[in-house]
């Protein structure tokens, strides 16, 4: 038997994370490159697509040089060259788009297109076990809420998504309305430690009874209201003290504990909205794995809610490490390699497709 390895180029560049990585037979990383922008877009309080694409031809040569280097492997040991093309900022992924092009064809090898969400459900076999498969795949971060039905790596089918803002971008804005600083989910997370959840009721949206789709915007418009008031609500000191800690202060004015059962509130409200939708898709799917990728899988109350709702279905919960929750190239070679032996690869016309398609 041939023991030669197939071993596959990543680039993701499809919103502030300029990746390259490489990983051979589609789950050993032999590197893995990331730079970040978030410092970048702090001052604005979220990512600006125009100045994402500039950082992202700056950093994309250094990145590719940083994760051949770190790999220790020959240009022309690459057997493919996999790249994010949907979805994302578009002017971000052209760039990562280009350089995956200009290298298939200096290299001659093949190009392989690859959907940033479908990469996310698989990040979880990265450096780690395959995935029993069905699975149920969600995925939460700062651009996507989504939930899927996998059958294999490269076999994965849209359930639901967000009819408004992601879920991660909820995390943001109400980081935002309290004041706590950018990005949002890390900050959240730590105020709400030692925060009572159930001090602040907040609403749970979870659409028709058998919707698999996701809705966060009532529920960071409420928090909205309560910092600073219903307006024009002119309600009794009785009707104000039953909405809760903080109700109307606004941010400046809100003591420690405040911020941290309005933070804690939040957070267990959408913990608990991405249970029952996780719920409902596998009574659908009947899947032997639950999956799950994005940024937000960080935060702690969600990773533990999702925990105790797998053991109540009896389903095993695959939850990544933190370096392949957030956006990474490994889990775009990694695809790139199921996409490669399934004959799946891309011409060198591929186009950079903005939106999210089923
Ligand atoms: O996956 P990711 O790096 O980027 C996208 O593909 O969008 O996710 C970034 C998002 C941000 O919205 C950030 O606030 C959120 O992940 N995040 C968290 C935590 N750490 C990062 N959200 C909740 N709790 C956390 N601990
Ligand atoms: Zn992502």
């Excluded at 589609?26 to 697509?49: C, K, M, W, Y």
């Excluded at 999702?306 to 695809?335: F, S, W």
Aim: aromatic share 4%; charged share 20%; glycine share 10%.
């Amino acid at each position: 038997m041939s023991s030669r390895r197939t071993i596959i180029l990543g680039v993701e560049s499809s919103c502030d994370e300029t990746a390259c990585a490489v990983v051979a037979d589609g789950r050993e990383v032999l590197s893995n490159a990331v730079a970040t922008q978030i410092d970048l877009h702090r001052r604005f309080g979220g990512v600006v697509p125009e100045v994402a694409s500039r950082a992202h031809i700056e950093a994309i040569g250094p990145v590719l040089d940083e994760a051949l280097a770190a790999a220790g492997v020959a240009a022309d040991r690459i057997d493919a060259v996999a790249v994010t093309s949907e979805p994302g900022l578009v002017g971000s992924l052209l760039v990562g788009l280009m350089a995956a092009k200009t290298l298939a064809w200096v290299w001659g090898k093949p190009l392989i297109a690859v959907n940033h969400v479908h990469a996310h459900v698989y990040s979880p076999a990265v450096d780690g076990e395959p995935i029993a498969y069905p699975a149920v795949g969600l995925v939460i971060s700062g651009g996507h809420t989504a939930l899927y039905a996998a059958r294999s790596p490269v076999d994965v089918a849209l359930l639901g998504q967000t009819i408004d803002d992601a879920a991660g971008e909820a995390f943001d804005k109400v980081a935002a309305i309290l004041q706590l600083g950018y990005p949002g989910g890390p900050v959240i997370d730590r105020a709400a430690r030692g925060g009572d959840p159930k001090a602040v009721r907040l609403p749970r949206t979870l659409l028709a009874a058998d919707s698999l789709d996701f809705s966060f915007s009532g529920l960071k418009t409420a928090v909205l209201y309560h910092v600073n008031g219903v307006p024009n609500a002119n309600l009794s000191p009785e009707a104000i003290a039953a909405k809760g800690p903080g109700y109307g202060k606004g941010a400046e004015a809100l003591s420690e504990q405040e911020v941290a059962d309005i933070a804690a509130g939040f957070q267990s409200v959408v913990a608990d909205v991405l249970a029952v939708k996780v719920r409902r898709a596998v009574k659908r799917v009947r899947p032997r794995s639950i999956v799950v990728g994005g940024g937000v899988a960080a935060n702690s109350a969600i990773r533990a809610r999702l925990t105790a709702e797998a053991a109540r279905l009896g389903v095993a919960l695959r939850l990544p490490p933190m370096k392949y929750c957030t956006d990474n190239a490994a889990m775009i070679a990694a695809v790139g390699y199921h996409l490669l032996r399934a004959g799946r690869t891309a011409g060198l016309d591929l186009e950079a497709t903005p939106t999210m398609r089923p």
